[in-house]
């Protein structure tokens, strides 16, 4: 797909959804069944096609959208106040956001939870609880259910990783 190592790095480290697919790839190659070589397969296809299906020409505000949901990743932002911070209409944030992060609106807004989550895990020796809560979930349970949903590993497994 003709990608400089230093390119695909900088695109994993940029996009938390990369990340995550590599996450369940690097799972699929520790399970090794009958059913890992295909299931890796289609993931890389997956994660290859992926880069050039959003056109050139997207809008000024899904940037925007992204530092605003980045910088702000320990608060609740409902889609109107998005809608009113970046003056775009919810409904053009609704029906266009999958088209650029490939996940709904509250899925990426748990990755960005997860992401950094990733990077308590690895390099804190904070429980599993203090992680939960200042990722903003509501409990431990609730966090290791999606953390592993979201990176194919229990906090505990990817902390050994």
Not at 8 to 20: D, E, G, M
Not at 87 to 106: A, D, E, R
Not at 120 to 130: C, F, P, V
Request: glycine share 4%; proline share 2%; hydrophobic share 35%.
């Amino acid at each position: 797909n003709e990608l400089s190592t230093l390119g695909f790095r900088t695109s994993v480290f940029k996009n938390p959804a990369i990340q995550f697919q590599l996450l369940k790839i690097y799972k699929e190659l520790r399970v090794k069944d009958k059913a890992s070589s295909d299931a890796i397969h289609t993931s890389l296809l997956s994660l290859f096609s992926g880069y050039h299906t959003v056109s050139e020409h997207k809008p000024l505000w899904v940037d925007s959208i992204k530092e605003l949901l980045c910088d702000r990743w320990d608060e609740f932002i409902s889609l109107e106040e998005l809608s009113r911070e970046l003056n775009v209409h919810p409904v053009t944030i609704s029906k266009h956001f999958s088209k650029y992060f490939h996940c709904t609106l509250g899925e990426f807004m748990r990755r960005i939870k997860i992401e950094k989550a990733m990077v308590l895990l690895k390099h804190s020796n904070q429980t599993l609880t203090e992680i939960s809560f200042l990722c903003g979930f509501s409990d431990q349970s609730h966090f290791s259910k999606t953390f592993r949903i979201t990176t194919g590993f229990k906090p505990n497994e990817f902390r050994k990783l």
